[in-house]
């Protein structure tokens, strides 16, 4: 059975630190692509960062450049999201994703998010 599991979300003061961890069964792990993403309710679901099958090229959100950092472990199949330097703004539901843009109909698989709240 296909399964990606976000973690580590919570209430979190600005300026703080959080860090998600998605861990992934039931599928070629090493061979996805995997992105965090983000939702605000009501609001469209948005790329914060992605990170290649090996882990060598990582891109992130304009946003989220110099304060995220996206990473892979890909024997223990988990991709991790370190979040620094945290603002409102960066209050919503994070979500993991795989994908295989090299092979497009391949199946694509989201978790089921992991909610991330800025306090004040």
């Known amino acids: 059975q296909v399964q990606l599991v976000e973690s580590g979300g919570g209430l979190v003061q600005p300026g703080g630190s959080l860090k998600l961890s998605c861990t992934a069964s039931g599928f070629d792990f090493g061979r996805y692509v995997i992105s965090w993403h983000r939702q605000v309710r009501g609001k469209e679901r948005e790329l914060v960062a992605s990170?290649?099958?090996?882990?060598?090229?990582?891109r992130y959100e304009d946003s989220a450049k110099g304060r995220f950092t996206i990473s892979r472990d890909n024997a223990k199949r988990t991709v991790a999201l370190q979040m620094d330097s945290l603002i409102p703004e960066d209050t919503a539901m994070y979500y993991c994703?795989?994908?295989?843009?090299?092979?497009?109909?391949?199946?694509?698989?989201w978790g089921q998010g992991t909610q991330v709240t800025g306090s004040s």
């Open positions: 994703y795989a994908e295989r843009p090299s092979s497009p109909n391949t199946p694509k698989y």
């Open positions: 990170i290649s099958y090996s882990g060598g090229v990582t």
